[in-house]
């Protein structure tokens, strides 16, 4: 009794329906606590007391069946007997006089909702019940598993690697509000008085974006799309921002010029023996028409990075693809790494002319943009059809390169938009994690901003020439 | 730009910093030692009447200079992935209400226009077979034509080669092939083919990006990480055009710029787990094109990791589809009851952006 009247109120409307369509057999399948002639008595019972269930043949017949069989559980479901008709009216009644009955809980909340619910949400709800897990997924997780050398790069990287503080952005809205409304250091005594020490540790813990409001601004408009890169920030009517930022321990922090990390690892891959005593070139530059450099005198390279002036840009000599096709990449890399900047035009022409040049695509890294408030870029950019708020890199490979440090990155990454065209600096880091921080390593078409040490640039927007080794 | 650009960039932003001097550079083992020291002493810390003068955070007046996080810097110490980062997952036009308001608005609007879920059951070897039928003796055609998803499984490129698409789309069309990194390839080359490239003119790559460590959308989870250079986590889905169509005339089939070329996983939306494709991609298209005849093909299962829900206003073919009630003719019935196009409203044209063309010309 106490498992059939919930569950035959519970489901309601739908024990008639598809896919159980009133099959006593199925009905039984949905509860699990009794066994099958405990489950016919029950429903002979519910039916003894509310008259509400309509069978569509005899139910004692298999009720005795069952009776008979009690031993031998295999026998059982077999019941092609159909519930026909239920008067709900007759069930409730029954139910609100059996106050002992515990139908409240789970029962009544899955009564209520499927009957809102339509067919549709009921049934893509089926569809959300994960899998068990099976061998093949045991399989593909063992396959998964990170292999000892990449656990050793990742720890030696972490190892070797200055960490940079991080700060979590706060998300209440509410400290925003309150820190916006008045003058900040103003703002920031009162609580110190007042001792409300909730907003102020989050501040000493959370980086904190606060309006700028000013007789311009409409506040209602929401943010400016550019915010921090706005050109009119005299006159935008658009929500901008300053920040607070914790500096936790930085009054009593080593300064900047403090000795270099010693710790060497053990374990290396792809870095030169002397490692220890060698010392990191300091940045390079060769202002030049990339186009007319003879490239045989530059040596050879690990990794080269190129962001070409695709015809967007055309205030650049080296706007022509046709031309920028045509340097000599083989001259400056037997084996490495090619990352080439490519827009959703030019794609196509950035992979074949990789392909030509003896590379193979074997990732894509994207750049997803974000605004100063660490959000995804989703308004006001470039982009004919959608906004575009990513960028592509498409990465080659050449040779064998069994230094290479391979899959310590995703294939991401995620940085805000500085000026135009200028690329994120984590890339950098990236490609010497990968190559190795001795390795040489060039970036062409590049600019002032660029430049930087271990890195030889070249680029026609570069000011003046900087060259240490004598290779060059 | 000074000529001092030459420093350490990961130094320079710092130094940039407007108030440079309480910034540094934090060592990595001494900012650690300290830092924790500093946790566990906050307390005591703070109630200390003799450093409670010292300001423990700083003000960036200008919205110029700011400090940014390095993201790439913290995956390798924290092993946090930079995509998780990103502060608006959630709600992606977070900060934006007329955004809000148009997206808002928009689905309001393509829910009145669009007809029932269709499904249909087509085992992968009758899909050509099947879909030809449809074209040839039903007359069916289609404006936006999905193909594939979120699943490595799905053979776009031998259904591409059968299928007689140009018949299916309408001109002008859209169609969305997803395909992963790899597979993304063999795609750009056979859309660039000869008898392919005029027809369908690819325009928008779109990518979308798993959330999480344990997401069910990382693609290609058998692949060995060592062997490629950056670990997978990405989609991809080209977006092409077949006919003419004028962003700046043809506000009646789309509106453009309203979503970005990005999705990234909602993992705060439960009913979108496991779908093979994310609502969010199917809301994109709707946003983008007015039509209302709309077709997602799924070559293939979609496997026991993913599951293919129907949704109203598209028709889904695919051997995994649960119900399989599509009848060509009922279908153009339905459609030409509630229009091929979704009306826009006046508020709808007034939020949604326009292209800079436009208002050059006026000018």
């Known amino acids: 009794m106490e498992t059939i009247l919930p569950l035959l109120l519970g489901y309601g409307d739908s024990i008639l329906g598809f896919p159980v369509e009133g099959n006593i057999s199925s009905l039984f399948h949905l509860q699990n606590t009794l066994r099958w002639h405990e489950f016919l008595a029950g429903l002979i019972r519910v039916n003894k007391l509310s008259n509400s269930i309509e069978f569509d043949t005899d139910i004692y017949k298999f009720y005795a069946e069952a009776l008979i069989d009690i031993e031998d559980q295999s026998k059982s479901y077999d019941c092609s007997a159909k519930i026909k008709n239920l008067n709900y009216l007759a069930l409730e009644l029954l139910e609100e006089k059996l106050p002992g009955l515990n139908v409240s809980n789970d029962f009544k909340e899955n009564k209520k909702k499927p009957r809102k619910k339509s067919n549709l949400q009921q049934l893509n709800e089926l569809l959300e019940y994960e899998p068990a897990s099976s ?173 070409p002036p695709w015809n967007i840009h055309t205030n650049s000599i080296e706007s022509n693809e046709t031309e920028l096709l045509k340097i000599p990449i083989s001259q400056i890399q037997d084996e490495g790494i090619f990352l080439l900047w490519v827009t959703v035009r030019s794609t196509s022409i950035g992979r074949a002319w990789l392909l030509e040049n003896g590379y193979t695509v074997s990732s894509e890294l994207i750049w997803v943009k974000t605004n100063q408030l660490g959000r995804n870029i989703c308004t006001g950019r470039t982009g004919h059809w959608l906004n575009h708020s990513k960028e592509h890199l498409l990465v080659g490979i050449k040779g064998r390169c069994t230094w290479l440090q391979r899959g310590l990155f995703d294939d991401i990454i995620l940085a805000t938009t500085r000026e135009t065209g200028r690329k994120p600096d984590e890339l950098y880091v990236m490609v010497e994690k990968m190559v190795g921080e001795h390795a040489r390593k060039l970036e062409i078409f590049g600019k002032q901003h660029n430049v930087r040490p271990g890195w030889l640039t070249i680029g026609n927007q570069l000011e003046g020439n900087k060259v240490v080794e004598d290779l060059v | 730009m000074s000529k001092v650009e030459v420093a350490h960039p990961i130094e320079k932003r710092t130094t940039t910093n407007s108030n440079s001097n309480k910034v ?80 808002s608005l928009k689905q309001d609007q393509i829910n009145k226009y669009r007809s029932k879920p269709f499904g249909a059951r087509v085992a992968t070897e009758k899909m050509v077979e099947t879909i030809d039928r449809w074209v040839t003796k039903q007359k069916l055609t289609f404006d936006v034509i999905m193909i594939g998803g979120l699943s490595e499984n799905q053979f776009i490129y031998p259904l591409l080669l059968n299928l007689q698409l140009d018949k299916l789309c309408s001109k002008p069309g859209f169609l969305f092939f997803w395909a992963s990194t790899q597979q993304i390839q063999q795609l750009t080359r056979l859309l660039e083919s000869s008898s392919w490239g005029g027809r369908f003119r690819r325009s928008e790559e779109l990518v979308f990006l798993p959330v999480g460590r344990d997401s069910k959308y990382i693609p290609d989870k058998n692949d060995i990480p060592e062997e490629s250079l950056l670990q997978q986590k990405q989609w991809h889905c080209w977006m092409c055009i077949t006919g003419t169509v004028r962003r700046s005339t043809d ?85 030409s009851s509630i229009g091929s196009n979704v009306p826009s409203t006046d508020e709808i044209d007034l939020l949604r952006p326009k292209s800079p063309n436009r208002r050059l010309s006026f000018c």
């Open chain 2, 24 to 103: 540094s550079i934090l060592l990595r083992n001494k900012f650690k030692q300290k830092y924790l020291a500093m946790n566990s002493a906050f307390p005591n810390h703070y109630n200390n009447p003799a450093k409670k003068s010292k300001q423990k955070f700083i003000i960036n007046k200008s919205s110029k200079d700011y400090f940014k996080n390095d993201h790439t810097n913290q995956f390798i110490h924290t092993g946090k992935r930079p995509i998780e980062n990103i502060r608006n997952i959630e709600n992606p036009v977070s900060g934006y209400p007329k955004l809000q308001r148009l997206l």
């Open chain 1, 135 to 307: 061998e093949l997924s045991e399989l593909i997780s063992i396959l998964c598993k990170p292999s000892g050398a990449l656990r050793l790069s990742t720890e030696k990287m972490k190892e070797e690697t200055k960490e940079e503080p991080t700060y979590d952005i706060c998300n209440q809205p509410k400290h925003a509000e309150i820190l916006a409304g008045t003058d900040i250091d103003r703002c920031v005594e009162s609580l110190k008085r007042t001792r409300k020490s909730q907003l102020l540790k989050c501040l000493e813990t959370k980086i904190h974006f606060i309006p700028i409001v000013k007789s311009h601004t409409d506040p209602k408009l929401g943010d400016c799309s550019y915010l921090d890169t706005c050109h009119k920030l005299k006159t935008c009517k658009y929500l901008h921002y300053y920040q607070t930022v914790p500096t936790l321990a930085a009054n009593k922090l080593p300064s900047p010029n403090n000795p270099k990390l010693e710790v060497l690892a053990s374990f290396t891959k792809g870095e030169p023996i002397s490692k220890k005593i060698c010392k990191q070139l300091p940045a390079q530059w060769i202002n030049c028409d990339v186009r007319k450099l003879d490239f045989n005198k530059l040596g050879k390279f690990a990794a080269i990075i190129a962001d």
């Open chain 2, 251 to 335: 506000s009646h089939l789309i509106h453009c710029n309203v979503n970005t070329d990005i999705i990234v996983e909602n993992t705060l939306m439960t009913s979108d787990c496991n779908n093979i494709v994310p609502i969010s991609m199917y809301e994109l298209v709707e946003n983008f094109s007015s039509s209302t005849r709309r077709l997602h093909i799924l070559p293939a299962s979609v496997g026991l990791e993913h599951s293919l829900k129907l949704r109203p206003g598209w028709v889904i073919v695919g051997p995994d589809v649960l119900v399989d009630n599509f009848d060509p003719s009922v279908y153009k019935q339905e459609i």
